[in-house]
Each structure stands twice: as structure tokens, then as C-alpha cells.
């Protein structure tokens, strides 16, 4: 009896097999352009508006729109305010994100929580929060007026209050977070060493989070050089007194669009140094 072979397929007749790790990855492909087209769409949604504002700005005759009066003197008053607001900062944050960062007591995250209000406080809420507390039939101003005719609202010093009060909650934060990561052992080697709770914290702490009071120096910053809505609920918008560089530009935008324009791209690239200031922090 002979035995009957059965022919073998030749190389070609064998179907290709597809290995699984390559399956895996064009599965993996498909759906991951799921997720890239809503990505890519909100990346547009940022990018769109800030080339449009590049595109529509007249280059040729940008100096021309830069010596505007309303460029002028709202860039000169918001480099003032900020100024002295970011001395308030220092004076006024660095303390309190220590004591924040220090304390364990069970009120302190309370305290915690109602700093960080005015993150999420629509800036004209805060500026009528301010009105009510500083103006003259205000609860604190209207004591200042009647006593020593002191009246803040719609001047300057209102203008630093108002950035003052949307900017500090940012360097607190930054700077909590930065002095809430330190050993607390340094206290304890400085007190050792004889040194009192001030010396320490001027001559130990702030060297050592310097990178964080950095951080939240540029972040209060840039959101007091943009405040607009508790500024022009507080203080208003006089040219020359009041009126900031945001205010600026919604001032000129019905007068002399091309001025606004200008104004706005020179805040844009002022937005782009402070992102490049926190590169380190935040670009990984």
C-alpha cells in the first residue's frame, strides 16, 4: 500500500502574517488621530487669533502707532503700578506664603482657600468688592473720607489696589509651594545656630526658594499688567491717572484701531518674555 503525500504550499501560496505588535501600533494610529483633532483644533483656537493680530498689524508704520498719546501713557502708568505693586507683593506675599506653608494649624487651609478667591472671581466682582470696602460710602472709605479725606477710588493708588488685589493670590501660591517643599531641618539647624525666626527666614528660606519667588514674581506680573476689569470698575479709565495699557487698548480701539493694535502686540510680546522667563518651570 502506498502512501499518499500531501503536496506542501510553496512560499507564495502561504498568506502573510501580520505580527501583532505591528496590529497593535496601526490600532493604536487610528485612534490616536481621535484624540489629535480635537487636540490640533484647541491648539488653533490659540494660535488663529494671535497670528491674526500679527497679520492685521501695519509693521510699516508701527512707530508711527507706538507714539500714539494713548500708547505712551498707558505703557508708562502700568510700568508704575506695576511697580509698586509688585513691591506689595514681596512685602505683603512672601510673609504669608511662609506662614501658609509653616502652619499646621486647622484654619489654614480655610485661609488658603479664600486667597485663592480672586483666582476665580470674575475681575469685575472684585472690583466691586473693592468699591464697597474703599469707596466713600464704603465700609473702610467711607471712614477715611469722613476722618481724613482720604478718597481712593478712580486714582492711581486704586489702579494698584486693583492689581494688587488679582495678583497676589498668584505669587503666593508659586511661593508656598516652593517653601512647603523645604526641609524643615534648616529652621531647626538656623535656631541651633542662634539665629531668630526673621533672621531665618530672611537669611536661610528666601535664599534657598529664590527660583519659586522668581516663578510667582513673573506670574503676578503678568496678570497685574493685564488686569482690566477690576481696574476700570475701581479706579475707571482717565488717560494719564487711571488708564492702564489694557484699558489702553479698549480705549483706542474705537478712536485708532491701528494704535490698538500696536498696544496689543507690544503686551503679546510681553507675554512671550514672561513664558520665556518660566521656560525652566514649565517647558519640559
Known amino acids: 500500500m502506498t502512501a499518499t503525500r500531501v503536496p506542501r504550499r510553496g512560499p507564495a501560496e502561504v498568506p502573510p502574517r501580520v505580527p501583532a505588535q505591528g496590529r497593535a501600533a496601526r490600532r493604536h494610529t487610528s485612534r490616536s488621530w481621535s484624540l489629535r483633532v480635537p487636540a490640533l483644533v484647541g491648539i488653533a483656537f ?3 487669533p494671535l497670528l491674526a493680530l500679527l497679520v492685521r498689524t501695519d509693521w510699516a508704520n508701527i512707530t508711527t502707532h507706538l507714539a500714539a498719546p494713548v500708547v505712551g501713557e498707558s505703557l508708562r502708568l502700568s510700568a508704575v503700578t506695576t511697580s509698586a505693586t509688585m513691591v ?5 506675599g512672601t510673609p504669608l506664603a511662609w506662614l501658609l506653608a509653616r502652619s499646621d494649624h486647622p484654619l489654614t487651609s480655610w485661609g488658603r482657600a479664600l486667597i485663592t478667591v480672586p483666582l476665580v472671581l470674575p475681575p469685575v466682582v472684585g472690583g466691586v468688592a473693592l468699591l464697597m470696602a474703599f469707596g466713600r460710602r464704603g465700609v473702610l472709605g467711607g471712614s477715611l473720607d469722613a476722618w ?3 478718597s481712593i477710588p478712580f486714582t492711581t493708588v ?4 486693583a492689581e494688587l488685589f488679582v495678583a497676589l493670590p498668584f505669587y503666593v501660591i508659586s ?3 516652593a517653601m512647603r517643599g523645604l526641609d524643615r531641618r534648616y529652621d531647626d539647624i538656623a535656631a541651633t545656630l542662634g539665629a531668630g525666626p526673621v533672621r531665618t527666614f530672611t537669611t536661610v528660606v528666601i535664599p534657598m526658594v529664590l527660583p519659586g519667588i522668581a516663578a510667582g514674581s513673573a506670574l503676578a506680573w503678568a496678570r497685574a499688567l493685564g488686569e482690566f476689569g477690576a481696574t476700570i470698575t475701581f479706579a475707571g479709565s482717565f488717560p ?3 488708564q492702564t495699557a489694557p484699558l489702553g487698548v479698549y480705549a483706542a480701539l474705537e478712536q ?3 494704535a490698538a493694535t500696536a498696544l496689543s502686540v507690544v503686551m503679546l510680546l510681553v507675554s512671550v518674555v514672561v513664558l520665556g522667563a518660566l521656560r525652566s518651570r514649565w517647558l519640559r
Open 158 to 161: 486704586a489702579v494698584v489696589m
Open 88 to 92: 506689595l507683593v514681596w512685602l505683603l
Open 256 to 258: 485708532d484701531p491701528q
Open 46 to 48: 490659540i494660535v488663529v
Open 148 to 150: 481724613f479725606g482720604i
Open 175 to 177: 511661593v508656598e509651594g
Open 240 to 242: 494719564g491717572r487711571t
